[in-house]
């Protein structure tokens, strides 16, 4: 075990999370694919190997530090680019039954390449925007946790995600600085769309110190039937 994993696999240890050799070999392959696939389509604008498992795995699977994942039992990961935090996520907690939304095909057949080479089962690759996918009744207010690691704005996001939640259901917005004018932004749209702050978690990730926060919104009854709008709306005219 080399010094980069070595400390991946304390940094988990300290959280609770402890990971079997099957599971490091899958973080492994999974960066090998990520960096040679970044090659042709653009992935990501991190590929050394030590800033792929801080800023990527870690930053992914810190949500389970916050939230009892094993409870979990189907994850919708909305926008998910190359896999982040759904991927790391279910190499971690084999049990999840995952869900990928993408709009982007390429990105799809990545993680579907992704998905073979670490034997991954329950995981479902969806090729569409969300806001189309959420009023597909399999996905309607059907998930137990909903998630996205994305620079979009809270109220956006809500729009995106919420529709994917199940009544009493969660939806984790993994973001980078301070949220607290994104949050009061979003009033709105959390009311509309029947969400509620549930709390925001605020730590650090380790070595760099760059802040991270989870804004955890509990899904307090079924999505209006006027949510999601129609692709594109959303983006020109936010719920605020």
Known sequence: MDATVAQFTQLLQNEGITLQPSQLEQFEIYFKELVSWN????????????????????DSISLA??????????????GSGAGFPGIPLKICFPHLKLTIVDSLSKR???LQHVSNELKLTGVELIHG????????????????????????????????????????????????????EELAE???????????LEKVESFSLPIEE??????????????PAKYPRKAG???????I
């Open 39 to 58: 090659e042709k389509m653009n992935l990501t604008g991190i590929t050394e190997r030590d800033q792929v498992y801080t800023k990527h795995f870690y």
């Open 65 to 78: 530090f916050h939230l009892n994942i094993n409870d979990i039992q189907s994850l919708a990961d909305i």
């Open 108 to 110: 799809i057949s990545f």
């Open 129 to 180: 925007r969300a806001e189309d996918v959420a009023r597909q009744s399999a996905h309607r207010d059907a998930y137990d946790l909903v998630t996205a690691r994305a620079v979009a704005r809270l109220s956006l996001l809500n729009e995106f995600c919420l529709p994917f939640a199940r009544k009493d259901g969660l939806f984790a917005a993994m973001k980078g600085s301070d949220p607290s």
């Open 186 to 196: 979003a009033k709105f749209s959390l009311k509309e769309l029947r969400g509620r």
């Open 210 to 223: 760059s802040a991270r926060h989870i804004i955890l919104i509990k899904k307090t009854g079924v999505t």
């Open 233 to 239: 709306i959303s983006a020109k005219s936010p719920l």
